[in-house]
């Protein structure tokens, strides 16, 4: 498969998981992009890692003179598409929206929030991991947005299906997952974080895409729309504060962990659409987990 056709299939499989239910507009998502390579470079062989900043693609250049190497893939953004994080968080939107709250309270909400993550990216030294790709001509692309929905999704489909009762059902649920089997043994499995085990789960909401963490303001409302239980990838300190204070159940499935996940089900989509699965070099965080 083609550099650019692989890019292409992300953008494509991203929409198909985007919990949104205009999906036709999706062209893009400004958080995922081919930072550094040719388009028609075939890819065969593909260094993996939730993080890749300079010292990886050093180590990617070790691997490919070694054993050979087509690409790096980072599951966070460098590059423009750290600089157009913000721009994805548009998404929460729709996702407020279908919690219950009003779409021009979460218009609000979301329109501060999204100033607020632009200033913190702002000053950040975007090219720094871009810089070394290309001294190092190491071809070089993150997918961010896409893979996170494919979180969502998975999980989405997974509550609906078991229903669970309780927020330590919540929990048990997350720990049958292979991924959080493994953030388990380094002890940044899944745990509750606010809420007593033995509560009432009620009405669910997964924090798993959309660029970054959403307003903390929101909290309040999702309470008075019925939601009961955060599912979230992490919380902030302030996060933790504005929940607590809404007096919702939060459940921390963990970063990586998930990051994980949502990248092995968008590689299993891939691998799919190539008719055979690419070599995977998996560093970083990330631990190659193959579903059928």
Same mark, same amino acid.
């Given at each position: 498969?083609?550099?650019?056709?692989?890019?292409?299939?992300?953008?494509?499989?991203?929409?198909?998981?985007?919990?949104?239910?205009?999906?036709?507009?999706?062209?893009?998502?400004?958080?995922?992009?081919?930072?550094?390579?040719?388009? =028609?470079?075939?890819? /065969?062989?593909?260094?993996? =890692?939730?993080?890749?900043?300079?010292?990886?693609?050093?180590?990617?250049?070790?691997?490919?003179?070694?054993?050979?190497?087509?690409? @790096?893939?980072?599951?966070?953004?460098?590059?423009?598409?750290?600089?157009?994080?913000?721009? @994805?968080?548009?998404?929460?939107?729709?996702?407020?929206?279908?919690?219950?709250?009003?779409?021009?309270?979460?218009?609000?909400?979301?329109?501060?929030?999204?100033?607020?993550?632009?200033?913190?990216?702002?000053?950040?030294?975007?090219?720094?991991?871009?810089?070394?790709?290309?001294?190092?001509?190491?071809?070089?692309?993150?997918?961010?947005?896409?893979?996170?929905?494919?979180?969502?999704?998975?999980?989405?489909?997974?509550?609906?299906?078991?229903?669970?009762?309780? @927020?330590?059902?919540?929990?048990?649920?997350?720990?049958?997952?292979?991924?959080?089997?493994?953030?388990?043994?380094?002890?940044?499995?899944?745990?509750?974080?606010?809420?007593?085990?033995?509560?009432?789960?009620?009405?669910?909401?997964?924090?798993?895409?959309?660029?970054?963490? =959403?307003?903390?303001?929101?909290?309040?409302?999702?309470?008075?729309?019925?939601?009961?239980?955060? @599912?979230?990838?992490?919380?902030?300190?302030?996060?933790?504060?504005?929940?607590?204070?809404?007096?919702?159940?939060?459940?921390?499935?963990?970063?990586?962990?998930?990051?994980?996940?949502?990248? /092995?089900?968008?590689?299993?989509?891939?691998?799919?659409?190539?008719?055979?699965?690419?070599?995977?070099?998996?560093?970083?965080?990330?631990?190659?987990?193959?579903?059928?």
């Amino acid at each position: 498969m083609k550099l650019q056709e692989l890019y292409d299939r992300v953008v494509k499989f991203g929409a198909a998981a985007d919990p949104r239910k205009n999906k036709a507009q999706i062209r893009s998502y400004p958080d995922t992009r081919i930072l550094y390579g040719k388009p =028609g470079l075939e890819i /065969n062989k593909i260094l993996v =890692g939730i993080d890749i900043e300079a010292p990886e693609l050093l180590l990617a250049d070790h691997i490919r003179r070694k054993e050979g190497l087509d690409l @790096v893939i980072g599951h966070h953004p460098e590059g423009k598409a750290y600089a157009g994080l913000h721009e @994805v968080m548009r998404l929460q939107v729709d996702l407020l929206r279908q919690a219950g709250v009003a779409k021009s309270t979460a218009l609000k909400l979301l329109a501060e929030r999204m100033l607020e993550v632009e200033r913190r990216v702002l000053p950040q030294n975007h090219t720094r991991a871009v810089d070394a790709a290309k001294l190092l001509d190491i071809p070089f692309m993150c997918m961010h947005t896409p893979a996170d929905n494919h979180v969502y999704r998975y999980l989405e489909a997974l509550f609906k299906r078991e229903k669970p009762r309780l @927020v330590e059902d919540v929990v048990r649920l997350l720990k049958g997952i292979p991924e959080y089997r493994i953030a388990e043994e380094f002890k940044t499995g899944p745990r509750v974080l606010l809420g007593s085990p033995k509560r009432q789960a009620g009405k669910i909401i997964f924090e798993m895409t959309g660029g970054t963490e =959403g307003p903390k303001d929101a909290f309040e409302k999702l309470y008075k729309a019925g939601v009961r239980t955060l @599912v979230s990838m992490h919380l902030s300190e302030d996060h933790f504060k504005k929940a607590k204070e809404a007096n919702l159940n939060a459940v921390i499935a963990g970063h990586i962990s998930s990051d994980t996940l949502g990248l /092995n089900l968008l590689l299993d989509n891939l691998d799919r659409a190539a008719g055979r699965p690419f070599q995977i070099i998996s560093c970083s965080g990330f631990t190659r987990i193959k579903r059928k």
